[in-house]
């Protein structure tokens, strides 16, 4: 059932309280949306911050394109509430860095709340407070994700919140919250809206900048309620005199959201998506200036001020953090030296006065006592201080970063919404290595385990048990593996020779009588080999190995014989460079890169004596930069060096001639990720598909040390294979050089010149 939003602003400037307030904006859906905006209600609560000025034009504008982009975003209601912030910090960030060079800046601190049925989801960036009072509870939404605010930054920084509303229920949205107002908003006792703006607006004289909203049963109406313009705050009574109440209708005017067109409606926003807009106009007004960025608040990933800064900035307290104690006891330690050498001066001045006359003082202190001294006492102080700091100072951290992690842990338990939930847990995990920087316990580590299982499946990732192939590296940089059932083998990248390691009842073992590497062999000269694959058992050759050099000569390789050399019938327009090759249905698919070509010799038996075709129609994609190439019944898929895909599908009609994508797009539909593109920060070195029966497609994301797999020709993502998280990561950092996967469907994975394998595969 749809709630009523009443809403009432706390503007107060110079002492005097004003009407409306700059950057506030209600909007009910218009006619024409983008589809999923239709049941959306927006209020945008933006409010300027910095030592230029912004006129109430600009309020209105920055306003008016948050609300456009949100009714213009389809997809998920977090995607449009991020296009919201977007159209703010963009053109804010444009006007900062034109007036950087006079030291002028200007940053935007926005909430935007969308209320769906009974369902608040916020947005908050910039250090903005939300405090939610329901039945028996008040709750305070604020957290340092939400970064600095706008136009600083090309990504804005944000944090999203959600909630169900009921009846009753009372909300209130500022930024910076005056000392005096702590009781009062943790005060959760049933309270009319108007008993608590008067309540609010009494207990300080401060100039005053915040919205505070009431919700009750309707039909989804926005309401202002509007104060008289120019009163000054009334005094406060004492809490044991009585308060004289004041009709609402002699201070405040009840007015419904209209839907007027707005006259001032910016270029860039759409003239349909405003007429449902109610603005309240703004005052103009100076920006009070900040003294400088640095008393920003810190962005995503950084830690903020000290607590006792924040208390006194009007934030909430938090824990002291556990410097502060040992800040506390050096400066106790520090008087204490103070003190005791006051006292050693009276000493050293008094007792002579105590012998008779005539009678020699005391002896100073030597320079050499003096000196160890000097050196004793900042030691013992320094030692002091570490021990209590690591003593006490560690664990306040630790509970500190560890009450966040359940925090966002809770918030993501709450969530409906997939995009929101895998944020709230990648909050938790971030928490999570900050607490365990201080002390890892066994309620860091189950928080951890549930956060990221919960997060793999979100984001589709299986995690997969690796094991050492050798218990030391071969002492070569590996560019190709290849893998049978018992048998992996091994290409060395800089002397392009082949490694054969062979399965044994004691794990994988170097097979020394196996020799497969560049050289003469029956007046045939083969140069270092770049490509590798298994043969089929039964060829001709009998052969277990198959490589391929630069030039087209193919070198079979078995272990105790002595390998043979075959070039392969070159093209008609001779070789380029071979960088890959692969088998498909029997035939030999090799590429040449140079000379922009893939060519197809058909096998018999494991030999390829006839001259290729080649496999290309009318249509070539740009293949100069191609590194990898993958078939499957003819369909071709081919990889370039900037990770992206070209698919080729041969055909053998020439009234249809064979096409290509080019470059091929990559799909992802987990509805975990959205608006956020999987794929942009993966590095995709390997193409190949998984043994038969399976038709995956898989690609290396090798500086991820991950697995991408796809359905063929849709290119559809189903999951990734990845290692286990952070430090339960047995592969050592860096990149993987290489990967395979044998017909039992072991992954093998090369980091560092050092094999790992794992056998869990689905």
């Known amino acids: 059932m749809p709630l009523d939003l009443t809403l009432t602003p706390l ?18 859906p218009p006619r024409k949306v983008a589809r999923g905006r239709e049941r959306d209600r927006l209020i945008v609560y933006l409010q300027m911050m910095g030592n230029a000025s912004v006129s109430s034009g600009e309020h209105i504008q920055l306003a008016s394109r948050a609300a456009s982009a949100f009714y213009e975003t389809p997809a998920t209601l ?69 970064g600095k605010g706008l136009g600083l930054s090309q990504t804005p920084p944000h944090y999203f919140f959600q909630a169900a509303l009921q009846a009753s ?40 900048n915040a919205v505070l909203l009431q919700v009750s049963e309707g039909r989804g109406a926005l309401t202002f309620l509007r ?27 009840l007015e419904p959201a209209p839907r007027p067109a707005p006259a001032a409606t910016p270029a860039q926003a759409s003239p349909a998506l405003m007429p449902a807009a109610h603005l309240v106009q703004p005052s103009a007004y100076a920006i009070p200036p900040r003294p400088s960025s640095e008393g920003l608040p810190p962005s995503a990933g950084e830690e903020g001020p000290p607590p006792a ?35 050693d001066a009276w000493v ?43 003593r006490y100072g560690r664990s306040v951290q630790y509970e500190e970063y560890l009450l966040q992690a359940q925090q966002a842990r809770a918030q993501a338990v709450s969530l409906s919404e997939p995009a929101a939930r895998r944020e709230a847990w990648q909050r938790a995990l971030f928490y999570l290595d900050k607490a365990e920087a201080y002390n890892e316990t066994s309620e860091t580590r189950a928080l951890r385990r549930e956060a990221q299982a919960e997060l793999d499946a979100l984001q589709g990732i299986l995690r997969l048990s690796f094991r050492p192939a050798l218990s030391r590296g071969l002492g070569i940089e590996i560019g190709r593996m290849a893998a049978g059932e018992n048998d992996l083998y091994v290409l060395d990248a800089e002397r392009g020779e082949v490694l054969h390691l062979a399965l044994t009842g004691g794990g994988f073992e170097l097979d020394s009588a196996f020799h497969c590497s560049p050289g003469a062999y029956g007046g045939y000269t083969v140069g270092p080999l770049v490509d590798i694959l298994i043969l089929p058992a039964a060829n001709t050759l009998s052969a277990t190995l198959l490589g391929i050099d630069g030039n087209g000569v193919l070198l079979y390789c078995a272990a105790g014989e002595i390998a043979q050399a075959v070039p392969l019938p070159p093209p008609d327009t001779n070789w380029g460079r071979v960088k890959a090759f ?10 040449d890169a140079p000379a922009r070509a893939v060519w197809v010799y058909a096998g018999k038996d494991g030999a390829f004596v006839d001259r290729p075709y080649f496999f290309f129609g009318g249509q070539i994609p740009e293949l100069e930069d191609a590194i990898g190439l993958a078939v499957r019944n003819e369909d071709l898929f081919i990889l370039h060096a900037d990770g992206h895909l070209s698919f080729c599908s041969y055909s053998r009609l020439e009234s249809v001639p064979t096409r290509c994508v080019d470059p091929a797009p990559l799909h992802n539909h987990l509805p975990a990720y959205q608006e956020t593109d999987l794929f942009a920060g993966a590095h995709f070195t390997q193409v190949m598909f998984s ?4 038709t995956t497609l898989l690609l290396l994301d090798a500086d991820n040390q991950g697995v991408f797999r796809f359905t063929p020709r849709s290119l559809e993502f189903q999951n990734q294979w990845r290692p286990p998280a952070a430090r339960a990561n047995p592969l050592p950092p860096g990149p993987v050089s290489t990967m395979t996967v044998s017909p039992n469907h072991v992954l093998y994975f090369a980091v560092g010149g050092r094999i790992y394998f794992a056998t869990d595969l689905p």
């Open 227 to 253: 104060p008289e313009a120019g009163r000054r705050p009334p005094l406060a009574s004492p809490p044991e005199a009585g308060r004289a109440s004041t009709p609402p209708g002699a201070e405040h005017t």
């Open 11 to 28: 503007y107060r400037l110079n002492g005097r309280e004003q009407a409306s307030l700059p950057g506030l904006m209600a909007i009910t």
């Open 691 to 694: 043994p038969l029966p399976e």
């Open 348 to 390: 050293q001045n008094f007792l002579p006065r105590l012998l008779p006359a005539g009678e020699e003082a005391p002896p100073a202190l030597s320079a050499s006592l003096m000196t160890f001294m000097a050196v004793l006492i900042p030691l013992i102080v320094v030692t002091i201080a570490s021990v209590v700091y690591f």
């Open 78 to 146: 977090t995607a449009a509430l991020r296009a919201a912030a977007a159209a703010i910090n963009k053109p804010l960030l444009e006007r900062n860095m034109s007036t950087s060079g006079r030291g002028q800046y200007v940053v935007g601190l926005l909430t935007l709340a969308a209320l769906r049925g009974n369902q608040l989801t916020l947005l908050l960036s910039g250090p903005m407070h939300v405090w939610i009072w329901s039945t028996g509870s008040a709750r305070q939404v604020f957290d340092p994700l939400s």
């Open 309 to 343: 800064e924040r208390e006194a900035a009007g934030e909430s307290p938090v824990s002291p953090p556990g410097h502060s104690i040992a800040k506390t006891l050096i400066g106790a330690i520090q008087a204490w030296r103070r003190r005791v050498a006051r006292v």
């Open 582 to 591: 692969t088998l498909d249905g029997g035939n030999l698919y090799v590429l």
């Open 169 to 208: 229920d009372r909300l209130l949205f500022c930024s910076g919250m005056p000392r005096a107002w702590e009781s009062t908003l943790r005060d959760a006792a049933p309270a009319s809206l108007e008993a608590t703006r008067r309540r609010l607006l009494t207990t300080t004289e401060e100039d005053l």
